[in-house]
């Protein structure tokens, strides 16, 4: 937005202030009611009682009065809120006890004090709106992706910048295994926007699954057009994740969309997330058929499901043992993620012992 300067003639501001309200949308109105009333306190400094004193801009011609209003009196007290009838009737014939009669009393000075005050204002004007508009920018992107440009490291955090703003990417959203140059470009996860007074405050992440799903939304046209649907994600960042899709339409693999041909479109995503390793996964309504495909690469020879108690026991044989469970046990749990089942994995050896 381009900042203007109210000069100092009645006509430039006006003139000026029409300019604001074309090229960026404030309203001349709520701006010259914030330089009247900025005014008004200027005039606290002017006038004993302020309690009755007015300033009004001529929305056409942009002069500026201060008007005292007084109250018709037979005897005067106090100058400053009342007026003798008699003084009264010489400027008004049809002055009677009890009107109030308005009185232009404009300090000398007062052209450049409002001068002043109307170029505070409108920079300050300004200056809200800008902060509003990139709010709702960047509050259009929160749950959504975003790339920024690696600025500095704050301690542990680091600040991200994105263009008109700087985001926080916090240590507890960060990846452990991930490490970043100055200057590098990365995609985010916009956690949360928030309005503060000196611009919106924005988390990003790194580590939330739908980071993932977002990367798969941007790179598989048919995941963005709803040919093929994310149904679940199952993530430990940095190492490997897991994700469950499902084909809409007959004649389209959703695995295969998602991998893209000779994996470019998965690999894409892998080389965004520094490595991590990605399992892409056939859905299934059927709890026994997913939890078997969400073992993937391990083949199950025969899953048990208690639906109720959202369980599953699951036989594997011998040669398969170690890489249904994965080191540290990170396929199995993975897979109960993605599942939302309690996956109890055994060998056919330690079946019969048991």
Do not use: W
Request: aromatic share 4%; with cysteine; hydrophobic share 35%.
């Amino acid at each position: 937005m381009k900042k203007q300067e109210p000069l100092d003639s009645g006509a430039e501001l006006i003139r000026a202030l029409d300019q604001i309200e074309k090229e960026d949308d404030i309203s001349k109105d709520i701006i010259l009611e914030a330089v009247e009333n900025s005014l008004l306190t200027a005039c606290k400094d002017e006038f004993k009682n302020s309690d009755n004193i007015r300033v009004n801009i001529n929305r056409e011609t942009g002069k500026i009065d201060v008007f005292q209003d007084k109250i018709v009196v037979e005897t005067v007290e106090d100058p400053s809120t009342q007026i003798s009838l008699d003084e009264a009737y010489v400027r008004y014939p049809k002055a009677e006890i009890g009107d109030i009669i308005a009185e232009v009393v404009t300090p000398k000075n007062f052209g450049r004090i409002a001068a002043q005050k109307a170029k505070q204002v409108v920079v300050q004007r300004i200056r809200e709106e800008e902060r509003k508009v990139l709010f709702q920018q960047y509050y259009a992107k929160e749950h959504d992706i975003v790339t920024g440009i690696v600025q500095r490291y704050n301690g542990r955090d680091i600040s991200i910048n994105l263009g008109k703003v700087d985001a926080m990417l916090m240590k507890s959203e960060q990846v452990p295994t991930e490490h970043f140059q100055r200057t590098e470009r990365i995609k985010l996860y916009v956690l949360e926007v928030r309005d503060m007074p000196k611009g919106p405050r924005i988390t990003v992440s790194r580590t939330h699954p739908d980071l993932v799903k977002r990367l798969f939304e941007s790179e598989v046209a048919e995941i963005k057009d709803g040919t093929v649907e994310i149904m679940s994600i199952a993530r430990e960042p940095g190492s490997r994740t897991k994700i469950a899709v499902r084909s809409n339409h007959p004649d389209v693999d959703p695995v295969g969309a998602c991998v893209g041909v000779n994996g470019d479109r998965v690999g894409a995503i892998v080389e965004e997330l520094r490595g991590e390793k990605i399992d892409i996964i056939v859905y299934s309504d059927d709890p026994r058929e997913l939890i078997m495909n969400a073992l993937s690469p391990a083949k199950a020879i025969s899953v048990e499901v208690d639906e109720d108690e959202k369980s599953a026991r699951i036989i594997v044989a011998d040669n398969q043992l170690s890489l249904a469970i994965g080191k540290e046990g990170q396929n199995a749990r993975l897979a109960a993620k993605l599942t939302g089942y309690k996956i109890d994995i055994r060998s056919e050896s330690q079946v019969l012992e048991d």
